[in-house]
């Protein structure tokens, strides 16, 4: 089973760059596409970006569409959302996950933990 840890959060100043990543201490991670999700203090939680297992493709949420990256290495199990320009709108607990596919509704195989991330103006 995908056991998936995220690392990267923090707090930031409005303008500002993080880069969470999100590592799989069972090393399948490769086999699957892999996702970033997030949930804001009082909603759903949302979609943001999408990866497919080579890394050839890709998908996002228009919110973040031009200002945020996901990327993935596949040699060190990782996967990384790089997020510049950041707004406060982006403040949320932000949650990897091993996806079926790389749709906005795509059904989840695996969350992780999540990772907090605050954006202050």
């Known amino acids: 089973q995908v056991q998936l840890v995220e690392s990267g959060g923090g707090s930031v100043q409005a303008g500002g760059s993080l880069r969470l990543s999100c590592a799989d201490s069972k090393r399948t991670i490769n086999n699957y596409p892999m996702g970033w999700f997030r949930q804001a203090p009082g909603k759903e939680r949302e979609f943001v970006a999408a990866?497919?297992?080579?890394?050839?493709?890709?998908n996002y949420v228009d919110s973040v569409k031009g200002r945020f990256t996901i990327s993935r290495d596949n040699a060190k199990n990782t996967v990384y959302l790089q997020m510049n320009s950041l707004k406060p709108e982006d403040t949320a607990v932000y949650y990897c996950?091993?996806?079926?596919?790389?749709?906005?509704?795509?059904?989840?195989?695996?969350w992780g933990q999540g990772t907090q991330v605050i954006v202050s103006s």
């Open positions: 996950a091993a996806l079926f596919s790389l749709i906005v509704d795509t059904a989840v195989r695996s």
């Open positions: 990866i497919s297992w080579a890394g050839s493709s890709t």
